[in-house]
């Protein structure tokens, strides 16, 4: 069994279009060598940052192996491979464990709004299933359920590759249990980018981060100063960061952050339906951040 540990910056990347709807390959390599050069510690393909819902099995595996490929071991591959239906849920996580993923995010289950013991018996089937990392992704804003503190440590305590969950809500009451309670080896990561002051501050692990796409070294610089206690160094930067942590999701995420990347000559500005370009006034806003943080000129 792997006890890796899930820690750090990781990117929340997102998945390359070409304008005939297809991966792009390259735009999706470069990206990768992109996180390389600025010491990403993880990087996380298909998940929502990743249009993960539009994604075939068969694309979430080729994107999977591109990136174990170009990682060529200088970053831990964490994919994304969850839905609302467990058997499918599980059949996507070995699959995406046979294309290289070397640890895998499992959204919460959503719509279907399960009890606790559902959200319980979701992750244990999963976690049965392979032999390598389980993050839980717990957001509540996307899928209308919170799993809550108590069943998340239950996973923690029962389930040995229950490794890591990523906490992707504004309830600090929940993020300061989760903290408090967890086991030994247990990771809590935020997914919430605006949080990560006072989550690294209160002892969180690392984020996993949407604005990583854009700033992964003032993201990592940002967790780090919190982490260690420099609290006015990092109150300087988070100041100069919020904007864009807000900006990005002025429409729904991965809108916004595919956008910039297009500007920073990244990818090209390609989305699935049901997402489509913001409208020209967020792209304005967007634009001139980009500029003030001299991401472009």
Do not use: W
């Not at 390389?36 to 819902?53: F, M, N, R, V, Y």
């Not at 809500?169 to 809590?188: C, K, T, W």
């Not at 989550?199 to 919190?226: T, Y």
């Amino acid at each position: 069994m792997s006890h890796t540990t899930i820690s750090g910056l990781a990117v929340a990347l997102v998945t390359p279009f070409t304008r005939e709807n297809t991966i792009d390959e390259g735009a999706l390599r470069r990206l990768v060598g992109f996180h390389k050069a600025a010491g990403t510690d993880i990087i996380l393909p298909c998940g929502t940052t990743g249009e993960s819902p539009t994604l075939s099995e068969e694309e979430q595996a080729r994107i999977i192996s591109i990136v174990r490929e170009e990682t060529e071991g200088s970053m831990l591959v964490a994919a994304g491979a969850g839905t609302n239906d467990t058997r499918k849920a599980v059949k996507l996580a070995i699959s995406a464990c046979e294309a290289g993923a070397e640890a895998i995010l499992s959204v919460a289950p959503y719509y279907n709004k399960p009890s606790q013991e559902g959200y319980y018996q979701h992750y244990r089937h999963i976690a049965e299933s392979i032999d390598v990392p389980l993050i839980i992704y717990n957001v509540p804003g996307r899928t209308g359920g919170n799993v809550h503190a108590e069943t998340i440590l239950r996973l923690a305590e029962e389930c040995e590759n229950v490794a890591a969950v990523k906490e992707a809500s504004d309830n600090m009451e929940q993020i300061m249990d989760l903290l408090h309670y967890r086991p030994e080896g247990f990771s809590v990561m935020t997914g919430e980018d605006s949080l990560i002051m006072p989550f690294m501050a209160l002892g969180g692990d690392g984020a996993i981060s949407v604005a990583a796409n854009q700033l992964p070294r003032e993201v990592r610089q940002l967790m780090e100063l919190s982490k260690n206690g420099n609290l006015a160094e990092a109150r300087e930067l988070n100041r100069r960061l919020q904007n864009m942590f807000r900006l990005n999701f002025i429409e729904s995420n991965p809108v916004p952050v595919k956008y910039c990347l297009s500007l920073m000559g990244m990818v090209e500005e390609t989305y699935r339906l049901p997402l489509v370009p913001m409208d020209e006034e967020n792209k304005r806003l967007l634009k001139a951040e980009l500029e003030r943080l001299g991401l472009i000129s």
